[in-house]
């Protein structure tokens, strides 16, 4: 998308927040166009869509959204109870998996708030509802940010789909996105599980550090270092064993006299 379309950048009120998350909206479905077709997506797995697909109606200018389409997956038979006792009657369902999707919410002040939803069907539980990917406060900045976006879409989606086959990438993706972002569970908004993490590996730390100093200290305090190392005290073998000889070539002097004496 071209920046030169974003006049003012960064927005100085909430009006020019509206005109520049317009601007946006309005070639959404061109830039994820080609995002999908950059990741050999076939346009009839998906849609994009500014109004939302499910939400308002598809009316509400305030919401862009891109799924991926929803899909027939198994059939089974299920029987229901008829108008009549003792009726019964068969018929086939099809089971359908509800598609990964992301939306662009505009809120009232002009930021926009960007959330991930996970696939699921009726027996499918994630560990969250939603994952609020990102908090946009100059929408200016979202076709900058729409391809970091778009492959967080593609992670969690594979993740999150009963057919998903996950590249090691995308779980480090789906798993960081997971710890370090806030989510929705049970319809409640819950913290990023990393600051509790980073709580705990700083008590594991400092209690580590704690022991170490209280290890040393009694270390000093009962076994007190007032004896020279045992290379310093240990005596010098060499010269010990010089002066041995020097004592041997005396005590031997006088037989090598002799020895001399007798061959003479």
Same mark, same amino acid.
């Given at each position: 998308m071209n920046q030169g379309l974003y006049p003012s950048c960064p927005a100085r009120g909430r009006l020019q927040k509206y005109a520049h998350f317009q601007l946006f909206a309005d070639e959404a479905e061109v830039l994820f166009d080609q995002l999908f077709e950059l990741a050999t997506i076939d346009r009839n797995q998906y849609d994009v869509r500014v109004g939302g697909l499910s939400l308002k109606g598809g009316k509400d200018k305030r919401l862009i959204e891109i799924a991926f389409k929803n899909r027939h997956y198994d059939t089974i038979e299920i029987e229901d109870a008829a108008l009549k006792v003792g009726d019964v009657v068969r018929q086939n369902a099809r089971l359908l998996e509800v598609g990964t999707s992301m939306t662009y919410q505009r809120r009232d002040n002009g930021d926009v708030v960007c959330v991930l939803y996970p696939a699921r069907t009726d027996e499918s539980k994630e560990q969250e509802d939603l994952i609020v990917l990102d908090y946009i406060i100059q929408p200016c900045h979202l076709p900058m940010l729409a391809a970091d976006h778009f492959h967080d879409l593609l992670a969690y989606r594979a993740c999150?789909?009963?057919?998903?086959?996950?590249? +090691?990438? !995308? /779980?480090?993706?789906?798993?960081?996105?997971?710890?370090?972002?806030?989510?929705?569970?049970?319809? #409640?908004? $819950?913290?990023?599980?990393?600051?509790?993490? +980073?709580? !705990? /590996?700083?008590?594991?730390?400092?209690?580590?550090?704690?022991?170490?100093?209280?290890?040393?200290? #009694?270390? $000093?305090?009962?076994?007190?270092?007032?004896?020279?190392?045992?290379?310093?005290?240990?005596?010098?073998?060499s010269s010990k064993a010089l002066s041995c000889c020097r004592i041997g070539e005396k005590e031997c002097q006088p037989e090598s006299n002799l020895n001399s004496r007798y061959l003479i």
């Open positions: 999150t789909t009963i057919d998903g086959n996950p590249s +090691l990438w !995308q /779980l480090l993706r789906c798993s960081y996105l997971r710890h370090f972002k806030k989510r929705g569970v049970d319809f #409640v908004c $819950r913290p990023a599980r990393a600051p509790s993490w +980073l709580k !705990q /590996l700083a008590i594991f730390t400092v209690g580590a550090a704690a022991g170490g100093l209280i290890t040393k200290a #009694v270390e $000093r305090r009962f076994f007190p270092e007032d004896k020279k190392p045992f290379a310093e005290s240990r005596p010098d073998n």
